[in-house]
């Protein structure tokens, strides 16, 4: 005959174990099996000598007490009989009622001693449990009950109690659970085998076992990934694809030479880094991180001329057309006539700067292409317009992106794809996305950072405007007036270009959260510029217009313009957002600030402050209180981006590690936070790395290899792989 051990394995239906429960929580919470009903874990947990003298109306609470009295009624509205037991914990009393007397009226009989539990509410003034779910002590005894009471997410039609009970009954079943964490490792932490932890999270009989759980079931998370990670990696240095880029070539060694200033140490440091990875056969994979203004493109073309003297082309990836052709310029005018190889007057080591973007005349954008595919151009910069089937490499062995959180995974690797061997990457941003410090931190991506700013850099001071204010954002006009008094430029920036027309540049708006009010429509360019054409303290001054969706021509001519001191106050979309460099630009007013995200408010900010005068940066907001004005007053307290890009983790999560989203769901993270358990993470890799170092396949770690299977479906791979 078989038994209820026998059938209860982590992929048996519920069916046979708890009967029609099963189906409840099928139908409810999509539980089909052992396994979906382990995962499903307590959100809290409740002692059982709850106070019945600080009950509070609504609260779910736990009580063990003696029946004092118990009466049976018939109801006036309906036909039937209801029954009340009155609970006592010797000083304190609550009722717990009951819509109907059978079944419970031969149970809670005075002097029967139970456990009860249930939503606490309010009847003629007397404390009520309304329906509880009960156990009787004194027939099944203590030692049937957890030391603390689990309480788990409510599924509808289905009591707490009654999934406490069936989870019992599950563990009574259920064999041992596999471990994928080698019994060596758990021994090395000192941590509770997988069966242990998932059973002391289900019915934990202290606090501290509880805490010992968590820990157990953080490590195991962080090995799983960590163990993913390093099988990628040992077959990226198996597989040697990547073209090695030898440093110091003739044309770098001539940019050097020409350079009007000095590198900072910390350029010196991370060009090191990067030319040390450019060097191997594995394709880099690093995260330069700097500060705005810290001198991150200087060191990213230092590794495209690397990327060039080899032989090879570099492609540097931007955002918007304003940034991409920005980066050609100053690219250029770095290079001088080492930008015009070929040409009559160009130096004989130098190659040439392509720049394609999408609104390109049909003339250039030919003549960019042929120089792209026969190698003329050995660095290109390009927006989107690069991700195109007709854009073909001569020799693409460097990737450069900037601010990849403005692209999606599937973009970036469709540009790594248009190379003959996987190219070297290097991702450049000033402020992390959640993502990138996952990976980050995971081990995927190695980071390099600057932590310096060059000279010239002044300091930038941030404040919040409540614009419901009397008399604020008058004062704030007042204060762009003073400035351009001052000889001075400004900035003023919208998350929308007009009332039909949403923002073209993919703000990363953030989500809506709990306790914000609803939203209002944002304040767009087009209004906001004919406000301040209109403003009295700014007549006489001359305001700019600019947004993704003008003619590109007409664009860069108002940037120009701008630069050239021949606009004194600019009305821009984010189209600004990153690297637009204009040194006598010393305020920023961004409208409805609460509208962007973490990262967005930390470029923009950083478009001011880069002269020999102080920035002042006023970001504008209709939204009063809540998450959204904490947000706002906590990035005006930094320009810290590392400290930003923790508040930023902190409120939009990790993301799915493994997956497509790039931030909101904790995806496969149940334990681990990546804020709180950077060390834990460290650890993980450390053992995974050995694990895979000595046994690549998993063959000898077959548990494992089972959860890295499950963990890792075959898109998730292709995915991480991508990333």
Sequence with gaps: MTTLRQVATLDSTLAPLIGRTAHTLRDERAL?????????FPTRYLAYDSDLSELREGEFVVVIGEVLSAK?????????????????DGRHEIDMT????????????PGVRVIAGGQVGVFNRRWQLAHPGYTVLDRSGDSDLPGLFPVYPAVPKLHNWNLVRAVRLVLDALDPLPDPVPAEIRAKHDLPSLDRATRLLHRPNSRAELARARDRMRYGEAFVLQTVLAQRRLARAREQMAVPISGGGPLLQAFDARLPFTLTA???????????????SVPMSRLLQGEVGSGKTVVALRAMLSAVDAGGQAALLAPTEVLAAQH????????????????????????????????????ARRQALLDVVSGTAGIVVGTHALLQEKVDFAGLTLVVVDEQHRFGVEQRDNLRGKAERPPHVLVMTATPIPR??????????????LDELPAGRSPITTH??????????????????EECAAGRQAYVVCPRIGPDQASEEAAELPTPEEGEPPKLDMIGVLETYDVLCAEPALTGLRVGLLHGRLPSEEKDQVMRAFAAGEIDVLVATTVIEVGVDVPNATMMVVRDADRFGVSQLHQLRGRIGRGAYPGLCLFTTRAGGGP??????????TTDGFELAQLDLKQRREGDILGARQSGSRGGLRFLSLLAHEEIIAAARVDAAAVVADDPELTEHLVLADRVARELAPEQADFLEKA
């Design 628 to 637: 959204a004005a904490e947000r706002l007053a906590a990035v005006a307290t």
């Design 436 to 449: 990138t410090i996952a990976m980050t931190v995971f081990g995927d991506m190695e980071t390099s950072v």
């Design 98 to 109: 009951f819509f109907t007397a059978r079944g419970h009226q031969d149970k809670l009989r």
């Design 72 to 88: 049976t009624r018939e109801m006036t509205t309906r036909r039937g009989s209801m029954f009340n037991a009155t609970l006592t």
């Design 328 to 363: 050609q310029r100053s690219i250029t005018a770095m290079l001088g006539d080492l930008a015009e190889g070929g040409l009559l007057g160009g130096s004989e080591l130098g190659t040439r700067v392509a720049l394609l973007t999408g609104s390109q005349s049909t003339a």
């Design 266 to 280: 910390g350029q010196q440091r991370v060009s090191a880094e990067i030319a040390a990875d450019l060097g191997q």
């Design 464 to 481: 919040v405007v409540d614009e419901y204010r009397p008399g604020w954002l008058e004062r704030t006009w007042a204060r762009v007036a």
């Design 32 to 40: 089909i099996t052992v396994r979906d009903l382990l995962g499903f």
